[in-house]
T-cell receptor
């Protein structure tokens, strides 16, 4: 079974609108972490936001927030007030366990912001 | 500033040749990782290391090896390059005990002809 599933290969959003990128995960560990990364066309991986499995509040970083629904095993990324520079690939990832050794990535969602 | 670098950034090689991709970080992180990125697969873990002299196989380790002789470097070797190993390779590191962060290098684009 896939550890991380991103079901939206491509998404479009109007500039200044909000967009939600979906991510579901599969783990039997009690302790885990969820990450979102942005990969622009230049290719680097940029860390956006992190949510720990024991964190009660949804993580937020500027215009990024993570909608964490533990019972549903979902960790959707919400980008508010989209900007043209948000056009990129977005990857959801999970760290399993307490040792930090295993990271699993989804296949990514390509976001295009339309002016 | 502390950073993680990879070299070369681009490499073209022939089938059967040995290739080594370098990864160097100046954060003094104990944990280092190598991933490959392919269309439709996202990033997949090749090898990882918890510290000097420690190496472990990841999801797609066949045909690859790593060695860790110091904290800063984790070179990735393709013993006999195959066309299926054409990919973009990322090195990453995390500080010990702080698993809410993973820092990536800029990537190496490898083409095996």
């Amino acid at each position: 079974a896939q550890k991380i599933t991103q079901t939206q290969p491509g998404m479009f959003v109007q500039e200044k609108e909000a967009v939600t990128l979906d991510c579901t995960y599969d783990t039997s560990d009690q302790s885990y972490g969820l990450f979102w990364y942005k990969q622009p066309s230049s290719g680097e991986m940029i860390f956006l936001i992190y949510q720990g499995s024991y964190d009660e509040q949804n993580a937020t970083e500027g215009r990024y927030s993570l909608n964490f629904q533990k019972a549903r095993k979902s960790a959707n990324l919400v980008i508010s007030a989209s900007q043209l520079g948000d056009s990129a690939m977005y990857f959801c990832a999970m760290r399993e366990g307490n040792t930090g050794n295993q990271f699993y990535f989804g296949t990514g969602t390509s976001l295009t912001v339309i002016p | 500033d502390a950073e993680i670098t990879q070299s070369p950034r681009h490499k073209i090689t022939e089938t059967g040749r040995q290739v080594t991709l370098a990864c160097h970080q100046t954060w003094n992180h104990n944990n280092m990782f190598w991933y490959r990125q392919d269309l439709g697969h996202g990033l997949r873990l090749i090898h990882y290391s918890y510290g000097v002299q420690d190496t472990n196989k990841g999801e797609v380790s066949d045909g690859y090896s790593v060695s860790r002789s110091n904290t800063e470097d984790l070179p990735l070797t393709l013993e006999s390059a195959a066309s299926s190993q054409t990919s973009v390779y990322f090195c990453a590191s995390t500080p010990t005990g702080r698993y809410n962060e993973q820092f990536f290098g800029p990537g190496t684009r490898l083409t095996v002809l």
